[in-house]
Nanobody
Framework: QVQLVESGGGSVQPGGSLRLSCVAS????????MAWYRQAPGKQRELVAL???????QYGNSVKGRFTISGDTDKNTMYLQMNSLEPGDTAVYYC??????????????WGQGTQVTVAS
């Protein structure tokens, strides 16, 4: 089992920035990729960004050019730098971990989520 703990959420004004962190522990050897998802009230959970151990990154269309995903393997930590935040980015952000291959990504491990609120 893999445990995931997020931090860094909070409230920010439009145009501001936040950095989320996710620390993984447990059966780390069973995963080779991590991702951020988010879920806004009344909406489905959506992929925000993904990073694999091989350096592959993917972003949701709505965050391209504004968000950057990165990882520190020595610290088993993944980050999401969020710039130029918009009210539409308001959601609970979830850390996710799993396996990435030529067939796609399967993330079976979830964190508890951290709230991000963008409002003036």
């Amino acid at each position: 089992q893999v445990q995931l703990v997020e931090s860094g959420g909070g409230s920010v004004q439009p145009g501001g920035s936040l950095r989320l962190s996710c620390v993984a522990s447990g059966s780390i050897s069973s995963i080779n990729a991590m991702a951020w998802y988010r879920q806004a009230p009344g909406k489905q959970r959506e992929l925000v960004a993904l990073i694999s151990s091989g350096g592959v990154t993917q972003y949701g269309n709505s965050v391209k050019g504004r968000f950057t995903i990165s990882g520190d393997t020595d610290k088993n930590t993944m980050y999401l730098q969020m710039n130029s935040l918009e009210p539409g980015d308001t959601a609970v952000y979830y850390c996710n971990a799993g396996t990435y291959s030529e067939y796609g990504y399967y993330g079976g491990h979830w964190g508890q989520g951290t709230q991000v609120t963008v409002a003036s």
